[in-house]
């Protein structure tokens, strides 16, 4: 098991949740005051905190407090570790599928064009 196995768990459980996948989603076209990201969801203000809380101990996303707003950003780096994991296995899909190619052409009817 590689030694960034337990990041790649945590994001991808603070991704599990449809909620959290759509505030995702929103702020990768901007920042956004808690405020306003609430005001796009159908649920109480503390719901919407919890489930920040969870992206923000994931690292993926980062909040700063001026005032009295508490503005969330996108931490882009925190999928690094997930394009890592899934190149890993997207390499060892694509040799399977490499050798499946040469073992078909190998095996091909003679007389078969394709």
Known sequence: MPKYQSDVDVVLRALAHPTRRETVERLS?????VSDLAAQFSMT?????????ILEDAGVITSEKDGRVRTVSLRPSAFDVLHLWLDQHRTSAERQADRLGIHLARHRPKGNPT
């Open 45 to 53: 203000l503390p719901a919407l905190i919890q489930h920040l809380a």
């Open 29 to 33: 076209r901007r920042p956004a005051a």
